[in-house]
C-alpha cells in the first residue's frame, strides 16, 4: 500500500493540468482536457483523462477511486507530516485517509494548522481530530465558522415524544453547549436532593423524576395564575374511566390519542398542586369562523382532534406539533374556520407554499393532493392512499374557498 501511495503521488507529478480559469478546459497534447480538483486547495488540479486510466488500472470503480486518489493527493501537498508517517510505516493509510477526508474542505492555512499538530499522528483520536479540526477553522477561516455555527444554531431543538402505553415517553433534543450544562447540572442536583430525601429509584429513574420536578416549578411562575401541574380532561357522558372499577368500567383512557391505563391517568391527577380543567366532548363538525387571520385555541383543539396528525401524504408527526394552514389562503377569502384549517408539519407546510404540491378538502377531514409530477393521494383518518386520476379539471386548485359539506 505504500509503495501504491508513492507511486499515486508520481503520477500526479506528471498529470498536473494547469488552471486556467473557472470552467475553462486545457489543451493538452491535441485533445481538451479538463483539471480535476480532487484535494483541496494547493493540491495540484489532475488530467481527467489521466485519472480514469489510473482508477481503472488500481481496480476502483469511478467514485471511489477518485476519492481514493484525492486522499493520497491530500497528504501528499497539504499534510507532509502525515504523508511521511504512512511512507515510514508509522501510521496506517486507512486513518492517514481518514485525516484528509476531514482536512479537504480547510483553507491551506488551516489545513496545514491541523498537519503541524499531528507531529505524532499515531497517537491522535477521532474525537481531538475534530477539536483540531475546528480550532483549524476557528483559527484561519471564522467567517465559515461563524456560517456553520449559525446554520447549526437554526437546528437547535427539544421535542417530547407521543406517550406509549405505558405512561411514558422520549425526549430528544440539541441545546447550546451552555444551557445543556446548566440543565444537566440542575437535573444532578435534583437527582441528589432525592435521593437524600429517601428516593430509592436508580439514578437514571430519579433524573427523570427530577425534570418533571423542574418542569412544575416552573409551572408555578404561570403568569395566568394557576400553578403546579395542569390538565385537561375531555369527558365522554358515557364514559366511566375515571368514575369507578366495578362492573362496566372502562379501563381504557387516552393521551394524546395513546390508550393508557385508567389507574395511570389517576396517579397522574393525584399529584400535589395539580389543577384539571373539564371540558366537554368537541364537535369535530362544527363550523364557527371567526375574522382574523390568528387562530383561536378552540380551533386548534378541534383540528388536532378530527386530524390527529399533518394530514401530508404519509407523515405521521403529532397534529399537536404542526402549524395550522389556511387550506384556501385568508387573504383570497378563505375563513379561519376548523373547516378550511388542516394540520401541516413545518416540511410539509413549506412544501405546499413554495412548491406545486397542492391539496383540496374534499369533505371534513378527508384531502385529496396532488404532487409536482401529478401523482395524486388521498389521505384521510383512514390513511394515505395513492389514487388513479387523470382529469386535471379536477386538480387541487387553491385560491377560491368552497364551504364544506356539514356532517350529521
Known sequence: MVAEWAGIVEWA??????????????IRDGFVDTGLPIAGEGAPLVSEFALMELIAVLGRSPDGGRVYVGRVLECAWRLPQVYASVMAGRLAPWRAERIAEATRPLCREAAAFVDRQLFNATGVGWAQLERLIA???IRFDPERYEAERAAATDHRYVEVGAADTNGLVSIDGLLDAADGADLDQAISRRATLLGRLGNEASLDVRRSQALGDLARNDLTLDLEGSSGRRAVLNVHITDTTLLGTGTGANPVGRWDQTPISAAQIREWLA?????VTVRPVIDLADHVPVTAYEIPDRHRQQVELRDHTCRFPYCTRAAMRCDLDHATPHGQGGPTCPCNLVPLCRRHHRAKTHSTWRYQVTTTGTYLWRSPSGFHFEVSHRGTHPQEHSDDREDPEPGVYRQQPETN
Open 13 to 26: 507529478a506528471g498529470n498536473t493540468v494547469a488552471d486556467p480559469g473557472a470552467g475553462v478546459a486545457t
Open 135 to 137: 480550532e483549524a477553522v
Open 271 to 275: 399529584q400535589p398542586g395539580m389543577s
